[in-house]
């Protein structure tokens, strides 16, 4: 089979065009270098491996040889993985999203020889793509100054929807701008079935851990009720896996029920801690299930044998997109019997003909996908049963579907390892585990964060962006070093091993040195010392994945609450004067970096546990705090079995807490200046609930 000069790359989603009959290049001098002597435009083609319309795409196009041929005679075509590579990425999705307003995968775009774009858009049926392109030499031939000036004016575009214009206000956030956020916010919320009153339907679980958190904060039930329908209807729908637990990219329906298939890492990892953090504040044994259930997914499928997390599944299997996931009403009789398929069919609504809409032709097939519109404690007084009873035999039915489904052609597994997303998954595994009292997620939160220090980073400290089949490579980016670093924050919290609060700090040290925008405050995406690209990108947007510099500036304020060192304050303070204007105009474009904002307002509390390690009395404090919704805080526990504790190192004023009357004790604390210590939950609920109060 022939092969074009991808073979040879380490990315999954390159490896998926090796053997194009395009002559793609990897991302690099060598094909710009190519491009200038051969006075070619080049094509950039950016996608990622479990992306269904970069598959529908290659098929009908990159395969095609009278595609393939225009595409090699007049241009120099490079794929790139968005996930290996988000900094190119960020710079021609905006380029697209200024000629169209509308961006998305596959990001296909035109550009001089000198990478600049003149060109572009996302997935093109066949004839389209080819008459575009053939448009697009001609002038280039003809007229070839049109082309040229028309990039110029593009790329000043691009420079100036990245320049952060220095800010000489300081940022500021109140309950009032955040009832003025959720008052605009309601307008696209759809109060009936949850999530954004629109579809698709993305999870987007910042947005709801935002509204958790406000909610909290303003004691606003609209906000908090807004937040208990969506995870109820996203739990109910076929967006979450019914057999096998995880949850799908989106819903491509109103209702969450006929999901677009793929499995990502970071919307799984984001789902967990919002149902972790909801748990916390609602206590809804379902959230516990959720949960769980995709955790146990996660371990399941997504684990490597060094504990380290893979990227994606796909949403296609045998060239089908969602084959794996849907039933056809034979299929659960073959397994069940009919009896129990007419039972699950009823509970899981199951309709004649199917309710699975294909995406690609918005046509019915005659597979469902299995979901629920109401709590299975209504349906079992539909089928006459008792809650336990029903439980109990749809855990039976499950377990038989699962077996059953693994028989199947499973979905293709990017298998990459990235730093950033591992990070996210990190952060799940801690507070999922520490919230279900669960060691074995724990441990695996554990063995993520000790893989990602000891192969995803160089012999100086510094973050390389992804390792696949023993190959680290790539220079992190900022988004690594931000989601790492919370990951570390959130395992030492949750377990208090020494060593992962002092990778955090080193981390983010480097973050500092090597990111910084030091004229107009915040960070970079690339470092100080990166590939020189069109623009220096700055991300503040949080999206499906929030920006590193939000997640940075959450992480520089919990370690200026640990530490009292000023310089992290400082340099969150420099993000919220660097991006205020952008939070003024599109607050809800920046729900992470408002959450960040109001914990810097305050109040946030630094709370130490003193007692000894593995104490009965100690734990049951200690699960006092990891059952509550605390979100503007940072947890220490200074075991009192040291005279000096590594941790007072890095935070000096935990030597001042003791037991007390030799019982273990909290002090619940305000920069560094602590209440009087308890003792009991009961005056621990107190002193928490005066603490936060504003």
Not at 363 to 386: C, F, S
Not at 651 to 679: H, I, R, S, W
Request: hydrophobic letters at 40%; charged letters at 25%; proline letters at 4%.
């Amino acid at each position: 089979m022939p092969t074009n000069a991808l073979a040879d790359e380490t990315s999954p989603y390159l490896l998926q065009h090796a053997h194009n009959p395009v002559n793609w290049m990897p991302w690099g001098e060598e094909a710009f270098a190519r491009a200038k002597s051969e006075n070619k435009l080049m094509i950039i083609s950016i996608g990622y491996s479990s992306c269904h319309w970069c598959h529908v795409m290659e098929r009908e196009t990159f395969e095609d040889s009278a595609a393939a041929a225009l595409m090699n005679e007049h241009f120099i075509s490079v794929k790139v993985d968005r996930e290996e590579r988000p900094d190119v990425d960020q710079i021609y999705m905006t380029a697209v999203q200024l000629m169209t307003r509308q961006g998305g995968w596959p990001l296909n775009v035109v550009s001089l020889p000198d990478g600049r774009p003149v060109w572009g858009g996302t997935y093109f049926p066949r004839e389209n793509w080819m008459n575009a392109l053939q448009s697009i030499y001609e002038i280039y031939r003809d007229e070839p100054e049109k082309v040229l000036e028309y990039a110029r004016q593009l790329h000043e575009g691009i420079v100036q929807s990245e320049l952060v214009n220095i800010n000489p206000n300081p940022a500021s956030f109140s309950q009032e701008e955040a009832q003025a956020i959720f008052i605009n916010w309601q307008r696209s919320l759809d109060t009936m079935k949850g999530g954004a009153d629109r579809a698709p339907k993305f999870p987007m679980p910042n947005n709801y851990l935002f509204l958790l958190h406000f909610g909290q904060q303003d004691d606003n039930s609209l906000a908090l009720d807004q937040v208990r329908l969506t995870l109820k209807r996203m739990a109910y729908g076929g967006i979450y896996d019914q057999v096998g637990g995880g949850f799908a990219r989106y819903s491509t329906d109103t209702d969450w029920k006929v999901p677009h298939f793929e499995k990502m890492l970071y919307d799984n990892a984001q789902l967990i801690t919002l149902y972790s953090q909801a748990y916390r504040k609602f206590k809804d044994p379902m959230y516990a299930r959720i949960i769980g259930e995709t955790l146990n997914w996660v371990e399941r499928e997504m684990t490597g044998e060094s504990g380290e997390f893979y990227s994606a599944l796909d949403a296609d299997s045998e060239g089908e997109e969602g084959k794996f996931y849907v039933w056809e009403r034979s299929e659960i009789e073959e397994v069940l019997g009919k009896e129990d398929a007419e039972f699950y069919a009823r509970v899981y609504n199951f309709e004649k003909g199917g309710n699975f809409l294909d995406e690609a032709t918005h046509q019915k097939t005659n597979a469902n996908v299995p979901h629920l519109r109401k709590p299975t404690t209504q349906v079992a007084e539909d089928e006459e049963l008792t809650p336990e009873e029903m439980l109990a035999r749809l855990e039976k039915i499950r377990a038989k579907l699962f077996k059953s489904r693994k028989t199947r052609i499973h979905p293709q597994k990017d298998d990459k390892i990235l730093t950033d997303w591992n990070g996210l998954m990190i952060s799940a595994f801690a507070k999922g585990g520490r919230m279900l009292e669960q060691t074995e997620y724990l441990n695996a939160a554990t063995k993520a964060a000790d893989y990602c220090l000891e192969t995803l980073r160089r012999q100086d400290g510094r973050l390389l962006k992804r390792s696949r089949l023993g190959n680290a490579g790539l220079p992190g980016h900022l988004e690594d070093y931000a989601f790492l670093v919370q990951g570390l924050l959130d395992l030492h919290e949750a377990t208090f091993q020494h060593r992962h609060l002092t990778a955090a700090i080193d981390l983010t040290n480097l973050t500092i040195k090597h990111f910084t925008d030091n004229e107009a405050g915040g960070f970079f995406l690339t470092a100080d010392d990166g590939e020189k690209l069109l623009v220096r990108a700055k991300e503040i947007y949080d999206g499906a994945i929030p920006s590193g510099n939000s997640v940075m500036a959450l992480n520089l304020l919990r370690l200026a609450r640990i530490t009292g060192n000023e310089k992290y304050d400082d340099a969150a303070e420099g993000t919220f004067h660097a991006f205020a204007g952008f939070a003024t105009k599109s607050p809800s474009g920046c729900n992470v970096l408002m959450t960040a904002l109001d914990f810097a307002m305050g109040p946030s509390l630094e709370i130490v546990v003193a007692g000894k390690r593995g104490d009965a009395e100690t734990e049951k404090l200690l699960k006092k705090i990891n059952s509550s919704f605390l979100p503007n805080k940072v947890l220490l526990f200074r075991p009192t079995e040291e005279e000096k504790p590594e941790l007072a190192q890095i935070a000096p004023f935990v030597l001042n807490q003791g037991l007390v009357k030799g019982k273990p004790a909290v002090y619940v604390c305000k920069n560094q200046a602590c209440e009087l210590p308890v003792t009991n939950v009961e005056d621990l609920e107190k002193t928490l609930a005066k603490a936060l109060a504003k």
